[in-house]
């Protein structure tokens, strides 16, 4: 049996709890870059130039 993914987890919450499925991917999806990087030193510029990749 294969294991779902945390995305498909996430989608299938935001339709249990009847909740918009866009803000529940950006708050996850937030919190998941958050903690990735959060201790690192450069986390501020890191997040800064992952934002312009994003954008381009």
């Known amino acids: 049996m294969k294991e779902e993914s945390n995305l498909e987890q996430a989608v299938k919450l935001a339709e ?7 803000d529940l991917l950006v708050s996850w999806l937030s919190d998941k870059s958050v903690y990735e ?20």
């Open 37 to 56: 990087v959060a201790d690192e030193d450069v986390a501020l510029k890191a997040s800064q130039v992952a934002e312009e990749k994003v954008i381009q």
């Open 16 to 22: 249990f709890f009847k909740i918009n499925e866009n």
